[in-house]
């Protein structure tokens, strides 16, 4: 039997032919460890209160059982063939008593040190309390990079498909450049399904090509499939999967990108069986969001819904293989990207929510301020890149950034401006729709989308110019009425009217009232549109005071609810309330302005 090696020095006799019966167990291939090992190590653990540490080859044998801590080891003389380049082919997994798993300085230098496959600390506290483990996920001229994950649970860890990982460090390590996981570029290959609905699978393709690339990943390829039901495991047919695996080698792709949302089993199924980072739409948009966050409030929403999407998707090993390699997915406002842990996220996601609450408090009492004031307010809404925050410059000289980009505006920004009759009224911009917006994106924007719901008008800006317009009007009355703002004003605005050499088309995006073609970069026609505005806001309310007998008091609690009051006076002949009421409501109560009847 192979001898215990370390500081065995005053350990008992049973206790050291416990740690020789380690060399017994196997680990069954590409698998981290079993259960059975890894609680027979912490039972031991537990008794010596010193780190005890396992040796793993990738054939599932244990090579090697020491006590103390990794910098101790002095490993037995491994395969040979390996390039200096290369990992060892060892695995070190060892126990750290107090519970804590989270690997120390030590362990990391000489997890570099040794090149393990990975290196993985148990916390023992009553038991197997936790793991972390680290590996060597590229290298620069003289450093390797390490990335660490965890704490996760025994389980976790046990899901997590070795064989799949080494194989790909050892893909990014044989390479001569450096290959810093983190400046790898990104080489995407895109699959749709084509539904045969209202989205055309070639035009959606060509979208998620554009969010792609705004993410900053290059686009390689496409691929689509005809479907009517997806498939439980995979989303698309298995031949198509196959098809999928040869056509990313022949273009170099190194990430999938799902133009749909897949199940946390759909993307780790399909990972495992591409032996590729798979992501979907939901994830790509909230790494652009991740990216673009600037305000405080902006970036707290995206981590809370980045955080509500990977919650599912915990375990196993999808979010490890989707961390490898840095990139889309794996960007985030927070400290706390990498976390794999479940009480951890739970708890993250509480405080976010808490503090989302009370700026949102902070903001109704602007807005109420505002409404005291009675500035009528409107929102310009519309899908990304509709020309809304250009709209905002013209109207406003707001300096609002507009760029030829999706999701260029994320914070809502609110400026005055001027109607032709000298009124002032409040115009805000706000983050831009898509169609498959997350849905944890929208509830975790809802915040500052409460702009819109509050508005006295909404203005619909529309890129009259792009092929897909009238996919995108359907894809924003998708999220007003999610937001619950369905039957708010609306102003629908035809933008960019300047690229339409068609004027038949215009006439038919006429049709229908309150709509106007402009072009906001040119400015045609946005003398016209403040008319409207003003138009629109003044019939959106109707300013009168009401004289309310004393023994129908009980009216006024109702006016607050939902009418503006400026102002109420007890008087002698009854309550003078001062109000702007929308107008089927002044039908109502017009009986009581004095005179009136
Ligand atoms: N030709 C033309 N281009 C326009 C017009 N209005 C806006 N654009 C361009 O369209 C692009 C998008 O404009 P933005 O104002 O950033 O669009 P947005 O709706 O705010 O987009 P997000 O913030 O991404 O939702 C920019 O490149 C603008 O210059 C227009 O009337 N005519
Ligand atoms: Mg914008």
Redesign the pocket.
């Known amino acids: 039997m192979p001898e215990v090696h370390g500081e065995k020095d005053g350990l008992k006799k049973v206790l050291i032919d416990s740690l020789e019966q380690l060399y017994q167990y196997t680990v069954p291939f590409g698998q981290t460890i079993t259960t059975e090992l890894a609680q027979a190590m912490a039972a031991i653990a537990e008794q010596l209160n010193r780190e005890i540490a396992v040796y793993i080859n990738r054939r599932g044998i244990v090579v090697q059982v020491a006590v103390g801590d990794t910098k101790t080891v002095t490993l037995p003389a491994t395969d040979g063939r390996r390039s200096p380049g290369r990992l060892s082919g060892i695995r070190c997994i060892h126990t750290h008593p107090g519970g804590d798993s989270r690997l120390s300085s030590i362990d990391v230098a000489s997890l570099k040190k040794l090149r393990f496959d990975i290196m993985a600390a148990i916390g023992i506290k009553n038991g197997i309390h936790e793991i972390s483990f680290g590996f060597i996920s590229g290298h620069t001229a003289d450093e390797y990079d390490v990335r660490t994950v965890g704490p996760i649970s025994l389980k976790e860890f046990i899901q997590i498909d070795l064989g799949y990982l080494t194989n790909q460090l050892e893909r990014l390590l044989d390479s001569k450049e450096a290959v810093s996981t983190m400046a790898q570029s990104e080489k995407a290959l895109l699959v749709g399904v084509d539904r045969q609905g209202d989205w055309d699978v070639s035009h959606s393709l060509s979208e998620l090509a554009q969010l792609t690339e705004t993410a900053g990943a290059e686009v390689v390829g496409s691929v689509w499939q005809k479907r009517s039901r997806m498939d439980a495991a995979y989303f698309i047919g298995r031949g198509k999967v196959q098809e999928i695996s040869l056509v990313r080698q022949e273009l170099g792709a190194n990430i999938i990108i799902f133009d749909d949302e897949l199940s946390p089993a759909q993307q780790r199924n399909l990972e495992q069986a591409l032996g590729i980072k798979v992501i979907d739409r939901p994830a790509l948009i909230l790494d652009i969001f991740a990216q673009r966050a600037q305000s405080h409030e902006g970036k707290l929403q995206v981590e809370l819904a980045q955080l509500k999407y990977n919650l599912p998707r915990l375990g196993g090993q999808g979010l490890v293989l989707s961390r490898l390699g840095g990139g889309i997915g794996t960007r985030g406002p927070g400290e706390t990207k990498l976390e794999v842990d479940r009480r951890r996220i739970r708890s993250r996601i509480n405080d976010i929510e808490q503090e989302i609450e009370s700026l949102k408090k902070h903001r109704a009492l602007h807005r109420e301020r505002r409404q005291a004031a009675r500035v009528p307010t409107t929102a310009l809404i ?10 905002l ?1 013209k109207l406003t000289a707001a300096g609002v ?9 994320l914070d809502s920004t609110t400026r005055r401006s001027i109607l032709p009759g000298g009124k002032e009224f409040l115009l805000t ?1 706000t ?2 729709f898509i169609q498959k917006l997350p849905h944890q994106l929208i509830a975790a924007f809802r915040g500052t989308l409460e702009e819109v719901v509050q508005a006295d008008l909404l203005l619909h ?1 529309i ?1 009259a ?1 792009h092929p897909q317009y009238e996919q995108h009007i359907q894809a924003v009355y998708q999220v007003l009425r999610e937001l619950g703002a369905e039957t708010k004003p609306v102003i629908t605005v035809f ?5 339409l050499d068609n004027p038949h088309i215009t006439g038919r995006m006429l049709r229908e009232p309150n709509t106007i073609a ?5 400015g045609t026609n946005l003398d016209k549109l403040l008319v409207m505005i003003e138009d629109n806001l003044k019939a959106t309310t109707v300013d009168a005071t009401l004289l309310i007998p004393y023994d129908q008091s009980g009216l006024i609690a109702k006016l607050y609810d939902l009418a503006t009051v400026y102002s109420v006076a007890y008087e002698e002949a009854g309550i003078a309330v001062a109000v702007s009421l929308p107008p089927e409501q002044f039908e109502r109560y017009k009986k009581y302005i004095p005179g009136e009847e």
Not at 382 to 390: D, P, R, V
Not at 518 to 522: F, L, P
């Open positions: 519309g899908y990304t890149n509709a020309g809304k925050s250009t709209l410059n950034l507009a760029e030829d980009k999706l999701f260029a505006t911009d983050v831009g800006i890129d110019s933008n960019k009217m300047d690229k402009v072009s906001a970069e040119n």
